[in-house]
């Protein structure tokens, strides 16, 4: 079986700073890697995936993510946030052998707090 | 673009009351799924559908029950709402894994008040 950890339930950080949302994930076969965002009152929305090849994954709204298998691990990361990318953010993974239903198992998300 | 609509935004109901919160796709997806959402917990699974009248469970369907008569629609039912039961919903639609994964494409949620 397959577990997420969002380690952070809340980052607070200043407009046009740097920011990392960390992601460990747990599991016995390869994955799929996810983080979807959730904007104030609304559904989740796909920010970026991993499903093979390279391992530094670009989204959009110039977000990235890097899978590193050694450290189960992949951190979501953005150069420069702005007031706009305040929103909870969602690591998520599903097993490749999951047969046809996409099951998705989702962390506990990471509230992104810009601050002016 | 892919468009999941839920009945309702906001649903206040009273203990007891039987709840159903409708979802639509309009992308002919095979699966859907059923979530809460809850602070400090994320997204739990507690149905999902891969085809029209099939079911499975999820990680958390005690107390709930889905029906999908038709392909785009999705249906969860609360037979006896409790106040644990007060959750954001949320659902979602994907087309079949054929290879790859298909992403999950989410409605905007139901906020669920049980009184």
């Known amino acids: 079986a397959q577990s997420v950890t969002q380690l952070d339930s809340q980052v607070p950080v200043f407009e046009e700073a740097p920011v990392e949302l960390r992601c460990n994930y747990s599991s016995s076969v390869s994955v799929y890697l996810f983080w979807y965002v959730q904007y104030p009152n609304q559904g989740l929305q796909l920010l970026l995936k991993?499903?093979?090849?390279?391992?530094l994954v670009k989204g959009i709204n110039g977000f990235e993510a890097e899978f590193n298998k050694s450290q189960t691990s992949f951190h979501l990361r953005k150069p420069s946030v702005h007031i706009s990318d305040t929103a909870e953010y969602f690591c998520a993974v599903s097993d490749q052998y999951g047969g046809a239903t996409n099951k998705l198992i989702f962390g506990t998300g990471t509230l992104l707090a810009v601050q002016p | 673009d892919v468009k999941v609509t839920q009945s309702s935004r906001y649903l206040v109901k009273r203990t007891g009351e039987k709840v159903f919160l409708e979802c639509v796709q309009d992308m002919d997806h095979e699966n859907m799924f059923w979530y809460r959402q809850d602070p400090g917990l994320g997204l739990r699974l507690i149905y999902f559908?891969?085809?029209?009248?099939?079911?499975e469970k999820g990680d958390i369907p005690e107390g709930y029950s889905v029906s999908r008569e038709k392909k785009e629609r999705f249906s969860l039912i609360l037979e006896s709402a409790s106040t644990n039961q007060t959750s954001m919903y949320l659902c979602?639609?994907?087309?079949?894994?054929?290879?790859?994964?298909?992403?999950?494409?989410f409605g905007p949620g139901t906020r669920l008040l049980v009184l």
């Open positions: 559908s891969y085809d029209v009248k099939m079911k």
């Open positions: 991993y499903l093979s090849g390279s391992t």
């Open positions: 979602a639609s994907s087309r079949r894994r054929t290879s790859g994964m298909e992403t999950q494409y």
